[in-house]
């Protein structure tokens, strides 16, 4: 067994953990390659109902006031490994475990991330820091302007995570080109498209000399994206992967990710995308702009950017599913890729406007901020559409919890909830209610 080197727990599921100084379940997120930076990972779990199932493990999370011992948690049979999370008021924290085979010593858990509110990583802080104006910790003064903006250096440093974008066209482009300046630790591109001329005229970064000469072969957005980006910011860490998003090299990647973007104008992608984020508990940020003239002559435009956030029980399918159902059917049989030639880009809309995708790639990055603040504390879906006035006005809107949501149910299960993706898809499409924007 892999030692654990990190344990994850959403914010919500640690919030209730506390409010009853309780057990939880872990379950290891395990490692598609024992390589890969999730190795060594445990996740808590979102539902504690049902049988212990063999391989997890109990965890213990309670808070102490200064000075308290820690009471000692209750034997547990039968358990993958015993695992100790306490946090005093003070701001101290401490996680632990006890693993079968290696005795009766506790050995240290490095890491603890708290997806949510805040986007804390215990060992860097745990308490909200008070906002700070002056100064800017990465020394060159860079920053200066943003860390104002944000409230002190810490929310931009809580920004500085690995990044997985599933799409890199016209709203993926722009979103990597606001991303990459504020120094992720990552960001990797997946998207299996190539670059065609009817692309350029609302793409961030790129331009006609990326079409390449008259009769040259076209070349993966993915790449040519990462490629321009690394031009303008060349210490950015870029993994452009030319492949489908259910490939597994692309769900390593999402499983990989601290937060998982989905800018894709196919559905198959999005919905392995909702999987990973709620297998993982990956927050997930998913951006959508639609235009369509209608039969009147009318034109109509709206953009979604739903931000879902782990711990809640709910996934993207619950929060508004997705705009074409039918395009999930790929998924039915592995190994075959999304048929684009079978699906023109006009199928259900009747353009694309840069300022459009500019703007949804805007808003996206505002929920971003919002997050690391601590002024989003729960799952966040906008729809900007026409109001009165003619003009994109916001409206929130909220998500529907299913019970019987497929996805929701293997939420913290890590790879095991790629298992039979034909089986879940055939799940998602019994249950969806298309909502509009793609
Ligand atoms: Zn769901």
Same mark, same amino acid.
């Given at each position: ?12 599921? *640690? ?52 000075? #308290? %011992? ?40 490095? %890491? ?6 805040? $986007?804390? !990583? ?10 700070? @104006? ?12 943003? @860390?104002?903006? $944000? ?9 500085? *995570?690995?990044?997985?974008?599933? &799409? ?14 504020? !120094? ?15 692309? *350029?005229? #609302?793409?961030?970064?790129? &331009? ?7 009769? #040259? ?24 992967? =030319? ?13 990989? #990710? ?11 992608? !999005? ?22 003239? &209608? ?12 931000? =879902? ?17 039918? %395009? ?42 919002? *997050? =690391? ?19 994109? %006005? ?31 898809? !055939? ?12």
């Amino acid at each position: 067994m892999l030692l654990p080197r990190r344990l994850t727990i959403p914010r919500p599921v *640690l919030d209730r953990a506390l409010a009853r100084d309780g057990a939880l379940r872990a379950a290891p997120a395990a490692s598609l390659d024992s390589a890969c930076p999730s190795s060594g990972e445990w996740l808590a779990t979102v539902r504690d109902d049902g049988p212990m199932p063999s391989g997890v493990g109990l965890l213990w999370v309670s808070r102490l006031d200064r000075g #308290a %011992e820690a009471p000692a948690p209750p034997p547990f049979a039968g358990a993958a490994l015993s695992m100790e999370l306490q946090l005093w008021q003070s701001g101290q924290w401490q996680c632990r475990c006890l693993l079968p085979g290696l005795g009766s010593a506790w050995v240290a858990v490095p %890491e603890v991330r708290v997806p949510g509110a805040g $986007m804390y !990583r215990l060992g860097r802080a745990w308490r909200p820091e008070r906002p700070r @104006v002056q100064g800017d910790a990465d020394g060159d003064g860079a920053f200066s302007r943003t @860390v104002g903006a $944000m409230g002190g250096h810490a929310p931009l440093q809580r920004l500085r *995570l690995r990044y997985a974008v599933v &799409g890199s066209g016209r709203i993926g482009s722009h979103f990597g080109q606001m991303l990459a300046p504020l !120094r992720p630790e990552s960001i990797a591109f997946i998207d299996d498209d190539m670059l065609e001329l009817s692309n *350029l005229d #609302a793409m961030a970064l790129l &331009g006609p000399a990326d079409l390449g000469g008259p009769g #040259a072969p076209s070349s993966p957005k993915a790449l040519l994206l990462a490629e321009r980006v690394l031009e303008h910011w060349p210490g950015v860490e870029l993994r452009p992967l =030319v492949l489908p998003a259910q490939a597994p090299r692309a769900v390593q990647e999402l499983a990989d #990710a601290d937060i998982i973007v989905t800018a894709t104008d196919h559905d198959a992608a !999005r919905c392995v995308a909702a999987l990973a984020a709620a297998a993982w508990h990956r927050p997930h940020l998913d951006l959508g702009a639609l235009v369509r003239i &209608g039969s009147d002559g009318r034109r109509r435009m709206w953009r979604d950017c739903r931000l =879902v956030l782990p711990g809640e029980g709910l996934c993207l399918a619950c929060w508004g599913g997705f705009s074409e159902p039918d %395009e999930l059917s790929c998924l039915l049989n592995p190994g075959q890729a999304p048929d684009r030639r079978a699906a023109p880009w006009h199928d259900g809309r009747s353009g694309s406007l840069g300022w459009l995708a500019a703007g949804t790639a805007a808003r996206g990055m505002e929920l971003l901020d919002r *997050l =690391v603040t601590g002024e989003i504390t729960a799952s966040t879906w906008v729809r900007d559409a026409e109001g009165e006035h003619g003009f994109l %006005e916001a409206t929130p809107l909220r998500g529907r919890g299913d019970p019987h949501c497929p996805i929701c149910h293997l939420g913290g299960r890590g790879p095991s909830a790629f298992a039979d993706l034909p089986a879940l898809v !055939r799940g998602v499409l019994a249950r969806q209610r298309p909502h509009g924007t793609r």
